[in-house]
């Protein structure tokens, strides 16, 4: 089974500056995909960034980047300039294909960090 | 554009009452659908998904049941509901392309 560890409970950063999210995952998977996403205090959850295990290119949403590391099975998230809005819970997650079936795709999370940004 | 609905927002219910949670999906056809629990404010767990109409999978044994009665809506029940059901469920959806989306969700508290 998959597993996605996030080492880090809570971390905070002052506004403008840069934070990095750490994630780890445990597959044997060849093709996969990888996400975060994000839950404000309003509770719903945001998709924030994306990455498919076979490009090697690293993805980038505006001030949200990552790292991927498929050797090592890291998946960072990268905030630049953050801002007061970004605080929230921030969850990694992986997604495999199970064909069981039926096509599904099912994504497995960790347990998530919570990002307080401080002014 | 797509959206996905659920209702209600919050519940307060006593225990052994029975439970009715609805999403609905819009702007799209024959979706994969999931109910998601986050207990405790940490970590979601996948409780059910549909790849049709009335196809569905559970992944955890529980007091809680799905039905999809049509292509674009999702219901979560339960008869008799336990303390331990409160919780936030989260419905969420896929269609083309590799993402899940989620819908606002809804708070359950049974006390």
């Known amino acids: 089974a998959q597993t996605v560890t996030q080492s880090q409970p809570e971390m905070s950063v002052q506004e403008a500056e840069t934070v990095t999210l750490s994630c780890t995952y445990d597959?044997?998977?060849?093709?996969?995909?990888l996400f975060w996403y994000k839950q404000p205090p309003s509770r719903q959850m945001i998709l924030v960034i994306r990455?498919?295990?076979?490009?090697?290119q690293n993805a980038t949403e505006n001030r949200f980047s990552v790292n991927f590391q498929k050797a090592a099975k890291s998946f960072s998230l990268k905030i630049s300039d953050s801002q007061l809005g970004d605080t929230a819970m921030y969850f990694c997650a992986f997604m495999k294909h199970v064909a069981s079936g039926g096509s599904n795709y099912k994504l497995t999370f960790g347990k998530g960090t919570l990002l307080t940004v401080n002014p | 554009s797509q959206t996905i609905h659920q209702w209600p927002a919050t519940l307060v219910q006593p225990v052994g009452s029975p439970l009715s949670l609805e999403c609905t999906v819009e702007g799209t056809s024959n979706p994969n659908l999931y109910w998601y629990r986050q207990a405790a404010g940490r970590g979601l767990q996948l409780l059910f998904y549909s790849v049709g109409i009335g196809q569905i999978s559970s992944e955890v044994p529980q007091n809680l049941s799905a039905s999809r009665p049509q292509d674009r809506q999702f219901i979560l029940s339960s008869k008799k509901l336990l303390l331990s059901d409160s919780g936030f469920y989260l419905c969420?959806?896929?269609?083309?392309?590799?993402?899940?989306?989620f819908g606002e969700g809804s708070w359950l508290t049974v006390v």
């Open positions: 990455q498919e295990a076979y490009k090697q």
């Open positions: 597959t044997s998977e060849n093709n996969y995909y």
């Open positions: 969420a959806w896929k269609k083309t392309g590799n993402t899940i989306y």
